[in-house]
Structures are given as structure tokens and as C-alpha cells.
T-cell receptor
């Protein structure tokens, strides 16, 4: 167990809908990173938050947004869902403000858009 | 930005043999190189990492080597066991940045 908790584990929704994925980092970790894993794209970095502030953006679509709350948990919001958004979504956490230190991943949320 | 290439994409080994996975990176500023193991239905798990001021690091049956000049690093698993079967990812990160992952290697250890 990495100590990073993601909910829900599975999510099935229809095209055009909106979903929210939740991540609780390890105790004491200030950084949360979101990654998307699809079969043909590997692990793609989406966004990084550190202590409530956005630090970096990767290949995140405009339909996607995220935030990190004062208690350091984070939510990833996906809207106007398309079939191609079906993937595993992982969050990771680390103590420091970059992934230049040990980063620990949650078990992921499997999103299926039908 | 950083680009990480990983080879091979699949690797089949007999139990007890060694497995080697190789990665190259493009950004000379990268100085942190972790390896993750991902089992089916689970998230990536950090198994070993190395920093650019070290050439080699070992942890029981797992070792990682780094050649900064050539910008490549490798994972070595000795005395492989069926529980080593998984997808392995290499990654690279500069001091200020995110982790850039390789495409992954599916390792299958056959008894």
C-alpha cells in the first residue's frame, strides 16, 4: 500500500457527462500529480499541484481541470466526456515540489466512457 | 522537454535467468531516474531509483546503472522469479520538473 488513496476505483459513464476523481496523498506529502494511462499513450502527465497551488501543466485538455484543497486532497474534473477519455487515471504524491524525489502512486481510477 | 525511450517493449525470461531493460533520455538536465513496477490492476510502484551523482545502485536482486555521458540507464533483475512478471517503467526528471516515463516493458517470467 503506497498510502495514496484514489476513489472511485471504477467509473462507467456516458459520453458528454462530467465526472470527478478524488485523490488523497500520503500523510505529509504536499505535492499531487495526475497522470493518464491509456494503452497507446503510456503514462502521460496531466497536472501538478503543490500545497494548493498549480505548479505545472502537461497534456491536459481544456475539458479537464483539477484543484487541490486546504487538506491537500485533490480532485480531477473531466467534463464533456468522449470515448477517447477512457483510461486509467493515477495520482501520485511526493513530499517535495517536484518529482525529483520519491513519488508514490495510488491504485488508479479506471474510467470507461460508453 | 524530456523524452525517454525504453527497450525492449516485451521481455520473456526463464525463471532464474537475468532480465535487463534499457532506457535513454534526451535532457542533460535530468538528474533523477526512478524505476516503477506495475502489476495488473495496480498503480506503478517505485522499486529503485538513482541520482546522477551515482553510477550504480543495488537492492537485493535489482540493480540500476547510469551512464550520464551516453544518457542511458538500465535496470537489471537477477535470479528472476514468477512474481517479477509485470510491466516496468523507467522515468527521468530534472530537478524542477515532472517525471517523464518510458513506454514500459512487459516482463514475463516463465517457470
Amino acid at each position: 500500500d503506497s498510502g495514496v488513496t484514489q476513489t472511485p476505483k471504477h467509473l462507467i459513464t456516458a459520453t458528454g457527462q462530467r465526472v470527478t476523481l478524488r485523490c488523497s496523498p500520503r500523510s505529509g506529502d504536499l505535492s499531487v500529480y495526475w497522470y493518464q494511462q491509456s494503452l497507446d499513450q503510456g503514462l502521460q502527465f496531466l497536472i501538478h499541484y503543490y500545497n494548493g497551488e498549480e505548479r505545472a501543466k502537461g497534456n491536459i485538455l481544456e475539458r479537464f481541470s483539477a484543484q487541490q484543497f486546504p487538506d491537500l486532497h485533490s480532485e480531477l474534473n473531466l467534463s464533456s466526456l468522449e470515448l477517447g477519455d477512457s483510461a486509467l487515471y493515477f495520482c501520485a504524491s511526493s513530499v517535495a515540489g517536484s518529482m525529483n524525489t520519491e513519488a508514490f502512486f495510488g491504485q488508479g481510477t479506471r474510467l470507461t466512457v460508453v | 522537454g524530456e523524452n525517454v525511450e525504453q527497450h525492449p517493449s516485451t521481455l520473456s525470461v526463464q525463471e532464474g535467468d537475468s532480465a535487463v531493460i534499457k532506457c535513454t533520455y534526451s535532457d542533460s538536465a535530468s538528474n533523477y531516474f526512478p524505476w516503477y513496477k506495475q502489476e495488473l490492476g495496480k498503480g506503478p510502484q517505485l522499486i529503485i531509483d538513482i541520482r546522477s551523482n551515482v553510477g550504480e545502485k543495488k537492492d537485493q536482486r535489482i540493480a540500476v546503472t547510469l551512464n550520464k555521458t551516453a544518457k542511458h540507464f538500465s535496470l537489471h533483475i537477477t535470479e528472476t522469479q514468477p512474481e517479477d512478471s509485470a510491466v516496468y517503467f523507467c522515468a527521468a526528471s530534472p530537478s524542477w520538473g515532472k517525471l517523464q516515463f518510458g513506454a514500459g516493458t512487459q516482463v514475463v517470467v516463465t517457470p
